[in-house]
């Protein structure tokens, strides 16, 4: 059995009530009186420098501010990641034009040449090439604020790129990617027709702001048709609405997407210039220009792609053909004549403005070459539009109630015969 241990047998280092400590200072209030004296300075310092500790900023004030904006196109990309790559996708296709001054507008403002006006598109394309990587990649990328510390300025400036697209543009749209099984059903309500082939991509696009001076007062029953684009072009009219066309030609849109791939065929061959033939030189000359290889010519494979473009790791590995189902203008919907046939329809518009983009159809070049071979395509399917419920339930009880009116009839003869 354990005795109890007397108090003096224990030492002073053990025994806590027996350590002398020094009693602190007596701290005044700020309103009293007192002598300052050197050990009330130190104990009122320490105390200050405790009190801040305990108190931690909020985390905007010590976050990295890369690190913050890489933190918000990590949620856009986590989102939607097939739409946000195809999004950078189209926005590369546009820088990566021969005709950027027609197909990369907007401008992004930090690679503007003058305020305005101009766009410095080899700084862009280099810096695209050289600091994209995949959007897997961005998404298992470290998040550590020794990272940001590290980024050269091409870094930084392809970082505030990616969010100037995916996170503070407010004229793009937004871009979700739908299942393929849904568009039997959408072409149906939308009263187009069904591609021959599916498509490898199917995308909602919808604005922050629906803007009514742009489109208008949303009709009754709106119509829409297909839009083919050249991939290129897709950038500019997602974000502004407009189009590069001739003045006084209208603008065709059509009901089957494969007359609508044919036409997108037909946009894309003016945009090649023809080449200039080369001047007359003489025949010495022209035989020592052919001995020496000119480092201008490249593999068979490279003649194909004469413009490639400057961000090649997307999940869309092939060339890309684009049809925009549109909304078409109220006032166009009152002169078109919705016949009980309504097929192989083609729509004229003279401003694309007016135009509402609303789903996305992406089709690689092999597919869109086999589609455009199927022409005409599939026919309008009309939905049967059958009576509603409350047209059913109403049917169904004035059929009951005159169901118990010719019995009630019946048993008041019978009770008047007797």
């Known amino acids: 059995m354990d005795t109890p241990v007397p108090m003096a047998m224990v030492p002073t280092s053990l025994n806590p009530i027996l350590i002398q400590r020094s009693m602190p200072a007596s701290v005044a209030r700020p309103s009293q009186s007192r002598t300052k004296s050197p050990d009330n300075e130190a104990m009122d310092t320490v105390l200050v420098f405790k009190s801040k500790e305990k108190v931690a900023p909020p985390a905007s004030t010590w976050l990295n501010p890369l690190q913050r904006l890489m933190d918000e196109v990590r949620e856009a990309l986590r989102a939607q990641p097939h739409a946000s790559d195809i999004r950078l996708l189209i926005f590369t296709a546009a820088a990566s034009s021969q005709d950027h001054e027609r197909t990369l507008i907007p401008v992004p403002p930090q690679f503007q040449a003058k305020p305005g006006s101009g766009c410095q598109v080899d700084r862009l394309r280099h810096s695209v090439a050289d600091n994209w990587p995949s959007c897997r990649l961005m998404l ?67 604005y922050e702001k629906d803007d009514q001076g742009r489109w208008g007062a949303p009709s009754a029953k709106p119509s829409y048709a297909f839009l083919g684009l050249p991939f290129k072009y897709l950038y500019r009219f997602l974000a502004t609405g407009s189009l590069e066309h001739p003045p006084g030609v209208p603008i065709r849109l059509y009901a089957q997407p494969e007359t609508a791939l044919v036409h997108c065929e037909e946009l894309d061959l003016p945009s090649l210039a023809p080449t200039p033939p080369p001047p007359e030189e003489e025949p010495e000359v022209q035989e020592q220009v052919e001995e020496q290889p000119s480092p201008s010519r490249s593999s068979p494979g490279e003649e194909k792609s004469e413009n490639p473009l400057c961000w090649r790791n997307s999940i869309l590995t092939s060339p890309q053909r684009a049809l925009v189902i549109c909304q078409l203008p109220p006032e166009l919907d009152e002169s ?40 005409p395509g599939r026919r309008i399917e009309v939905e049967n539009t059958g009576p509603s419920l409350a047209q059913r339930s109403r049917a169904r009880i004035l059929g009951w109630a005159r169901h118990v009116g010719d019995k009630w009839g019946a048993f008041k003869r019978a009770l008047a015969a007797l």
Do not use: N
């Not at 793009?172 to 021959?196: E, F, I, N």
């Open 140 to 206: 298992d990328s470290p998040s550590a604020d020794e990272q940001y510390a590290d980024l050269t300025t091409d870094d930084v400036e392809a970082l505030h790129l990616l969010h100037w697209l995916l996170v503070a543009t407010p004229s793009s749209p937004t871009l979700r990617r739908m299942s393929g099984l849904h568009l039997r059903r959408l072409c149906r309500v939308l009263g187009l027709a069904r591609p021959t082939l599916e498509p490898g991509h199917l995308l909602s696009i919808s």
């Open 336 to 375: 078109i004549a919705h016949s009980p046939q309504k097929h192989f329809l083609e729509y004229f518009v003279q401003e694309s403005v007016g135009l509402r983009p609303c789903y996305l159809l992406l089709f690689d070049e092999s597919v869109a070459a086999k589609t455009m071979f199927a022409w």
